[in-house]
């Protein structure tokens, strides 16, 4: 199985190939899935100590993982308000944070385990009409006093061209801490990360996660890792799910 014809696929360093699991293997976790959030656990159980087997039914990075926009920026495209709406202030204000933790995390990640993503930070809210920029400067103003986010600047049009060679936009509103990968790199760096994590954080164990593909496994567990914990994104129980990762303690 070839990752899904893009533009990733076509510029993506050569990956390895992963033996397919046969029989059974006994790890501490299982993770169903090797997408950025199947990798990216397997990658923070292993640094913790934990055996991790990760199951990936066609090829690591197979899914919208490998083929993605790669824009890593803060927040939710729903915006806040409507998180607010949804789920009140004190949760929306939680997920905030979790997103800009991310991008902390990414960056973190990137430099520890050296994965090549073509990873470059900066990104622009452009306004083509007077109303965007008031409405730019008032969400920045927002962002400030109430989530505390203070790393966007606007840019006037003048300097904003020096940027971007174009006369279409009347100004923008600049984050220096959101970004864009390759979404297929940095996917399969966070994979070969997780087989050789380096020496774990918390307990004494020979940490290692080891990457399957392809190997698929049903919400029981069946065809998978024996004795193990199982993680997967899609379980339809997810206070099961919270309980499991409260178990692990991560
Ligand atoms: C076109 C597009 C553009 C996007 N642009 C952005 C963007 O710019 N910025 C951004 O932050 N997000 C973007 N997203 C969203 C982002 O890509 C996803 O939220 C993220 O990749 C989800 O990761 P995941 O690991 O949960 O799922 P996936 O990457 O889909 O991984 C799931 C993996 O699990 C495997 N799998 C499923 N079931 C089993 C099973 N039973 N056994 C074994 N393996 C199994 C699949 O083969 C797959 O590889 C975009 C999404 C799409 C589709």
Redesign the pocket.
Known sequence: MEHVRSYYAASANPAPRRAPLEGEATADVCV???????CSTALHLAERGYRVVL????RI?????????????FGFAAGQDKLEAQVGKETARRMFDVSVEALDLLKDRVARHSIDCDLNWGQLHVAIKPRHETELKAWREELAERYGYDSLRWLARDELRQLLDTERYLGGLYDSRSGHLH?LHYTLGLARAAESPGAPSTKQRNPQAQPREP????RHGAGAAKKSRLLQ??WKSRAKLRARIRQLEL
């Open positions: 169903i899935g090797g997408g950025i959030a199947g199951l990936e039914g066609k990075a197979w899914g919208a993982s490998g083929r993605s926009g790669g824009q890593a920026i979404p190997s698929s496994c049903n994104p899609k």
